[in-house]
């Protein structure tokens, strides 16, 4: 079973960036679908962007052309380039992984700052 392990959460100020990173244990996780979640405070967890194991990435429409999805095979980790960060994005971020079941991370912080 793939575990994974956030990090790269913190505190920013608008218009600033940060890169979350996930860790991923097994050695399949190649073929596993990778992604992010959000969950702000009071609101449902919502997608935030996915990359296939061929490296295809979608992304929801707020962040498109801020957030950058990405994955190293070799280090079996994925990551969240987040720029021109907003107060909007401040959520508990998850990493998901998905190959047949799915699999969460234990989340991360991100807090932006007006």
């Known amino acids: 079973q793939v575990h994974l392990v956030e990090s790269g959460g913190g505190s920013v100020q608008a218009g600033g960036s940060l890169r979350l990173s996930c860790a991923a244990s097994g050695s399949i996780f190649r073929l596993y679908t990778m992604g992010w979640f959000r969950q702000a405070p009071g609101k449902q967890r919502e997608l935030v962007a996915t990359i296939t194991s061929g490296g295809s990435t979608n992304y929801v429409d707020s962040v498109k052309g801020r957030f950058t999805v990405s994955r190293d095979n070799a280090k079996n980790t994925v990551y969240l380039q987040m720029n021109s960060l907003k107060p909007e994005d401040t959520a508990v971020y998850y990493c998901?992984?998905?190959?047949?079941?799915?699999?969460w991370g234990q989340g991360t912080l991100v807090t932006v700052s007006s």
């Open positions: 998901w992984g998905r190959v047949g079941l799915e699999v």
